[in-house]
């Protein structure tokens, strides 16, 4: 792979930019971290071929449950909301794929976003349910 361009530079570049990111390592991937926890990894694949990246996804899981149905090899959706990409620098993972689930996955993490803002919902509404319960 000398001479041949990192392909996972520009999404690190990008989760970098975000605010309040913690950059670290975890085994051989670079980790990202903000507000609540990781919300990428990514760097080289298994055995050190390809690239692989991981994102915390919520309201773009069925996207990638479709993507991993459709190409396997380079897309699994998990089903605590982890999505692993493989990639290569000749197959890169699309820009507009990894940009999406890169803000995705940042928004969970620190607390925004429309997953976060269904969640508080949720919560307010069982909450309001159980009041109405006990006061009967």
């Not at 792979?1 to 999404?11: L, N, R, S, V, W």
């Not at 190409?71 to 909301?81: L, M, N």
Request: charge should be positive.
């Amino acid at each position: 792979m000398a001479g041949t361009q990192d392909p996972t530079e520009p999404i690190r570049v990008s989760a970098a930019s975000f605010p309040d990111v913690v950059v670290g390592m975890s085994c051989n991937q670079y980790s990202f971290k903000a507000g609540k926890g990781a919300f990428l990894y990514v760097g080289p694949g298994a055995k050190g071929i390809g690239f692989k990246a991981m994102f915390k996804l919520d309201h773009s899981m069925d996207e990638a449950r479709r993507r991993a149905t459709q190409e396997p090899d380079r897309y699994q959706a998990g089903s605590t909301g982890w999505v692993t990409t493989r990639f290569t620098a000749d197959k890169p993972l699309p820009k507009s794929v990894w940009e999406k689930w890169l803000r995705e996955s940042y928004e969970i993490c620190v607390g925004t976003g429309a997953a976060t803002k269904r969640a508080k919902k949720a919560a307010a509404k069982k909450t309001t349910k159980k009041k109405a319960a006990a006061k009967k």
